[in-house]
């Protein structure tokens, strides 16, 4: 391991306070790690870590050797950018973390034309409903919706996301059209299951916004199962419009509550505000920004 692996090994395990999870995040054992950071420790002559029964802490030598690293790294993704803007273009993989639907229906189909354009790079998606801690588990990138709550994250806006209220015509034959959002209380919804309970629906009407905590015989944690529930006449759905739209053009789906749809949620790139952006992933990022804006769906508004 040269240096500069050294210094990123070192980053992680000051940024996440754990040896484990940085050994986890990179694929080699913890001893491995425990030893590297010993060894960095040795040839400084310092001590930079304070191992309690807690978790690992900076000292002040590690705080001031962890600011200079972070300096140092910087400064040698600047150099590989720089050199990827002349004689070389970008390379490497960027470790990207996303949920499951959006990626497969709204990235994964337009990314040749990425490849194309950048075949150096390559791209590992970390497929995920959770919320994914990017220095813990080694992302380079998130791709998140809706308000971001993480200071210590950088974050590019990129896109927006509407949401639609939907159903299959041969349920509305069946149980009726609800005209309210009240009207729900009547009808099978199928909810989407977010940290083991159900997502609530948000909407904006006269009195404001409200927020509609959906019942019904059937919910899942995926949304495409849910798109196949509301297909299947099952219930109501209320969901990202991407995941709708094709469907709702196709005939398939018919658009409910149309006046109470909530405001757009913004669709953000997210990366540890300790790092400078790589050109291998700058231009992923970018590429997905050009992507959304042409799309009716995503674009920023």
């Known amino acids: 391991m040269d240096r500069i692996d050294v210094m990123r090994l070192f980053i992680r395990v000051a940024e996440s306070g754990n040896f484990s999870k940085v050994a986890r995040a990179t694929g080699v ?93 390559s791209i590992d998606f970390h497929v995920s409903q959770r919320y994914v801690n990017l220095v813990e588990e080694g992302m380079d990138l998130a791709i998140r919706v809706g308000p971001l709550s993480d200071s210590a994250m950088m974050a590019r806006r990129i896109g927006s996301m509407s949401y639609l209220t939907v159903a299959a015509p041969s349920y509305l034959a069946r149980s009726g059209t609800p005209a309210t959002v009240a009207d729900l209380r009547q009808h099978h919804c199928i ?34 199962y849910v798109r196949a529930a509301v297909l299947a006449g099952l219930g109501i759905g209320h969901n990202a419009a991407w995941l709708y739209a094709r469907d709702v053009a196709a005939g398939r789906l018919a ?9 757009p949620f913004p669709i953000h790139a997210v990366w540890p505000g300790s790092r400078r952006l790589a050109g291998k992933t700058r231009v992923l990022v970018d590429y997905l920004a050009e992507l959304f804006a042409a799309s009716p769906l995503l674009k920023v508004r």
């Open 191 to 224: 909810a989407f299951m977010a940290r083991d309970a159900p997502r609530p629906w948000e909407f904006t009407d006269a009195t404001g916004d409200v927020k509609f905590f959906p019942q019904g015989p059937l919910r899942s944690n995926d949304a495409e």
């Open 255 to 263: 658009p409910l509550l149309a006046d109470c749809a909530p405001e």
């Open 29 to 121: 054992t913890q001893p491995t790690v425990s030893k590297v950071v010993a060894g960095l420790e040795a040839k400084l002559g310092a001590q930079l870590l304070r191992r309690t029964s807690r978790g690992l802490s900076l000292t002040d030598a590690g705080q001031i050797f962890y600011e200079s690293a972070i300096d140092i790294v910087e400064r040698v993704d600047a150099l590989e950018s720089s050199v990827g803007q002349g004689d070389a273009a970008p390379s490497g993989v960027v470790r990207v973390a996303l949920s499951p639907a959006f990626g497969r229906m709204e990235i994964v189909p337009h990314l040749p034309a990425f490849f194309e354009r950048y075949p150096g790079v």
